[in-house]
């Protein structure tokens, strides 16, 4: 079992659709990032958060410590949406950032 | 500007040969990574660098040999390339170790022939 689980696998909406994506750990983590990446491969760093939530435009990132749990929302979805998301645990202490990446979610927004 | 440059983009090659990709961050950060993301796009840490020292080193074959010559560039160079080593390898940067996002390269796209 990998130490980030992301549900689903697989995603498909339509435009204006809320989305939620979740994030699952088992680590002990300083952060959980949320990435984006497009199709054609770029990697966008999203959000980066320890605790609550942040918003930027239509996305939004909470997160629940306790329960090692975070979701990714996004509101009235669009197809420039479609894209790869993952999401990925910071380890935290001396490890020096390194990341432990959940398995991604395959977002497909249809017009 | 581009923050984190990765060369090549593309690289194909063939098995047993020995290639280097190169990374580059103009962004004054003093950690930098090397990813490989696999044909399921799973990515995984291969290599972290913080003031050009060594700091995460994961279970790699020691074919793989990143090189720090500064702290804005981090490179690897493969010996012996393998079927299995077909990937695309990310690079990233980041000001500080665990309290900070770390930007990404475009990726290395590395096909074994």
């Known amino acids: 079992k990998n130490e980030v689980e992301q549900s689903p696998q697989n995603l498909t909406a339509q435009e204006g659709e809320f989305i939620t994506i979740n994030c699952s750990y088992s680590?002990?983590?300083?952060?959980l990032h949320w990435l984006q990446q497009h199709p054609g491969g770029g990697i966008v760093s999203l959000f980066m958060?320890?605790?609550g939530k942040k918003k930027h435009g239509r996305l939004i990132a909470t997160i629940n410590i306790q329960e090692k749990h975070s979701s990714l929302h996004i509101t009235a979805s669009h197809p420039r949406d479609s894209a790869v998301y993952i999401c990925?645990?910071?380890?935290?202490?001396?490890?020096?950032?390194?990341?432990?990446f959940g398995q991604g979610t395959i977002l497909t927004v249809h017009p | 500007d581009t923050a984190v440059s990765q060369t090549p983009k593309y690289l194909v090659t063939q098995m047993g040969n020995d290639k280097s990709i190169k990374c580059e961050q103009n962004?004054?950060?003093?950690?930098m990574y090397w990813y490989k993301q696999d044909s399921k796009k799973f990515l995984k840490i291969m290599f972290s660098?913080?003031?050009?020292?060594?700091?995460i080193n994961e279970t790699v074959p020691n074919r793989f040999s990143p090189k720090s010559p500064d702290k804005a560039h981090l490179n690897l160079h493969i010996n012996s390339l393998e079927l299995g080593d077909s990937a695309v390898y990310f690079c990233?940067?980041?000001?500080?170790?665990?309290?900070?996002?770390?930007?990404f390269g475009d990726g290395t796209r590395l096909s074994i022939l």
């Open positions: 962004l004054g950060h003093d950690t």
């Open positions: 958060l320890s605790s």
């Open positions: 990233a940067s980041s000001l500080g170790g665990s309290s900070q996002p770390q930007h």
């Open positions: 660098y913080n003031n050009k020292e060594l700091i």
């Open positions: 990925a645990a910071r380890a935290g202490g001396t490890s020096y950032g390194k990341l432990t």
């Open positions: 680590v002990g983590i300083s952060a």
